[in-house]
Structures are given as C-alpha cells and as structure tokens.
T-cell receptor, first 114, second 108 residues
C-alpha cells in the first residue's frame, strides 16, 4: 500500500533560484492539494486539483508559485525567484471524491531559502 | 475568508486525566476534520465529521460537531503519553482552512 510520496524531502536553495517539488498521490485519488506549513502554524492552503484541472488557488499565492497536474496523476509545484519567506514545509495531500473527502498527506518537502 | 480558531494552543496534562480541545470556525461548513501531527512528521487523519451532532470515537479520543454553534470538540479520556502530539482541526470542501493547532503534552 503506497501512500502519498513527495520528492525531494529537503531542499536548500539560494534566494532568487527556482525550485520544483513533485507529489505522487495515492493512485486512485482524483483530488490533490498543496499546502504550506511554517513552524508553529497549521497548514495553509495553496491550491487544489481535481484530476488535471486546477480548481482553487489561494489568493495569498503569489505569481511566483505555479502548480501543474498533467494527466491527472502526479503534480509539481514550482516556486520562481525564491525568497527567504518561502522557507517552509510544503505538504501535498490527496483524496477521492466520496463525500468524506478525507485527505491523506505526504511526508512533505522542507524548503530552506538562504 | 473562513477563520478557524483552536484553544488551548498548548496543553500539558497528566496521564489519566481528561481534557477537551475546542475548535471554532467563522462561517458555515458542512465538514470538519481532525488531524494529528507528530514532531517532524506529516498529518494523520483522525476524524471526519459530516453533519450537525456527529460524534466519532476512536480509542481515547472522541470528536463532536455542532454546526449551529460552529464548534467542534476533541475530548481526550484518560490521557496516555502516546497521545502527545499537535492536533489540528480543519474545515472546508475544496479549499481547506486549518486551525493553528493544539500542542498536547501528556506527562507521566
């Protein structure tokens, strides 16, 4: 039984560089979510896909952030021109349309921007 | 924007004691979720509450939902050390909003 996987698990980058994270959801799950979590806070919603369609995007998400989910399978989250304030844990979750919508979270990618 | 507040933010309790964590949210939501997060780990789903008056129990944890009061509670019965973690509530349907979490420490 494979859960949600994320790659890489850790990323250190310099300010101004671009980074890309990958999320592989549970195989039959049609919904995929990205969150950002900083220390001592709850996860902050970034964006949501149903199959390959990006249906929701947080107003807090700057234009430097973009996400894709080609073919409705894995997803990528790219951050362009990283800033120190982007340092956080980036969490991916997936769920299946069922009425319960229980989200299963991946282990996260911890980003540190120097 | 929907706001979710939890209290207390920090909770230290002795083994064997009971306590309740509260989750208030600002606008109507038809679903409420409880998650557990261990230090350095990701989130684990505990409960999904789908209707007013819903009550779910698993082991020493019991969650309830009052949609009219926009309030959910997570009750801990006879706490044990293994329950030490951070607990989050979340509401939403497509876009989800999480509380700031309650950091629970159970002391022997």
């Amino acid at each position: 039984d494979t859960g949600v996987s994320q790659d890489p698990r850790h990323k250190i980058t310099k300010r101004g560089q671009n980074v890309t994270f990958r999320c592989d959801p549970i195989s039959e799950h049609n919904r995929l979510y990205w969150y950002r979590q900083t220390l001592g806070q709850g996860p902050e919603f970034l964006t949501y896909f149903q199959n390959e369609a990006q249906l929701e995007k947080s107003r807090l998400l700057s234009d430097r952030f973009s996400a894709e989910r080609p073919k409705g399978s894995f997803s990528t989250l790219e951050i362009q021109r990283t800033e120190q304030g982007d340092s956080a844990m980036y969490l991916c979750a997936s769920s299946i349309t069922s009425g319960r919508e229980t989200q299963y979270f991946g282990p996260g990618t911890r980003l540190l921007v120097l | 924007e929907l706001k979710v507040e939890q209290n207390p933010l920090f909770l230290s309790m002795q083994e064997g004691k009971n306590y309740t964590i509260y989750c208030n949210y600002s606008t109507t939501s038809d679903r409420l979720y409880w998650y557990r997060q261990d230090p350095g780990k990701s989130l684990e789903s505990l409960f999904v509450l789908l209707s007013n008056g819903a009550v779910k129990q698993e082991g020493r944890l019991m969650a309830s939902l009052d949609t009219k009061a926009r309030l959910s509670t997570l009750h801990i019965t006879a706490a044990v050390h293994d329950l030490s973690a951070t607990y989050f509530c979340a509401v939403g349907s497509n876009q989800f909003y999480f509380g700031t979490g309650t950091s629970l420490t159970v002391i022997p």
